[in-house]
């Protein structure tokens, strides 16, 4: 079974300072892909950005952006010039083409961004 | 984009009677639709998966009489739970993804429905 593990519950950021999320996975799959979703308060899932594992080059969104080292299962995602709108749960996903295609989540990680 | 209507938003009701939430593809066609569970403050966890036409899948845990799943057309699934009660007062997710079984598939969420039994 695949897992998601996001090792901060919380994390907190200066307004326009960069912060990092953590993310690893388990998987024996080789093709899959990772996604960081934001969940604000009006609790509506939003979908930051993605990476498809085949690709070898980071994903960038804006100010989003991914570090991806598939040897190592690790999947993080620094955030940029930090907004007070980017206060949110941010959660990690990974899917693959088996298993239904079903999104597995890690438990998330609580930023919140100081003024 | 792609938009995922849920409804209701927010339902209460008294224990034991049922509820149903509606999850809809408003301009793509979604042969996988998701149902999620989320309690306060912890992750997403799937309850279920339907496609089109057939018989949803559900996880381990999670009881299929309690929680029934009707994925009709393409663009329709509705999760009904029967005989709720406090214990079932969660925030429900729906998820649907665009037609392909590609994992770089689009997967568009709604925006929830907070069920609270009383």
């Known amino acids: 079974a695949q897992t998601v593990t996001q090792s901060q519950p919380e994390m907190s950021v200066q307004e326009a300072e960069t912060v990092t999320l953590s993310c690893t996975y388990d998987?024996?799959?080789?093709?899959?892909?990772l996604f960081w979703y934001k969940q604000p308060p009006s609790r509506q899932m939003i979908l930051v950005i993605r990476?498809?594992?085949?690709?070898?080059q980071n994903a960038t969104e804006n100010r989003f952006s991914v570090n991806f080292q598939k040897a190592a299962k690790s999947f993080s995602l620094k955030i940029s010039d930090s907004q007070l709108g980017d206060a949110a749960m941010y959660f990690c996903a990974y899917r693959t083409r088996n298993a239904g295609n079903m999104l597995t989540f890690g438990g998330g990680t609580r930023l919140m961004v100081k003024p | 984009g792609a938009v995922v209507s849920q409804h209701p938003s927010w339902v209460i009701c008294k224990s034991g009677t049922s509820v149903k939430i509606e999850c809809r593809s408003l301009d793509f066609q979604a042969t996988t639709m998701f149902w999620y569970r989320q309690f306060p403050k912890q992750s997403l966890m799937l309850m279920a998966t339907s496609n089109e036409g057939s018989k949803a899948t559900y996880e381990q845990g999670v009881e299929k009489d309690k929680f029934l799943i009707n994925h009709a057309s393409l663009t329709l699934s509705t999760l009904t739970v029967t005989s709720a009660h406090p214990e079932d007062s969660s925030f429900y997710i729906c998820?649907?993804?665009?037609?392909?079984?590609?994992?770089?598939?689009?997967?568009?969420f709604g925006d929830g429905t907070r069920l609270s039994i009383l």
């Open positions: 998820s649907a993804r665009e037609g392909g079984r590609g994992p770089g598939q689009p997967q568009h």
């Open positions: 998987t024996s799959e080789s093709d899959y892909y």
């Open positions: 990476q498809e594992a085949y690709k070898q």
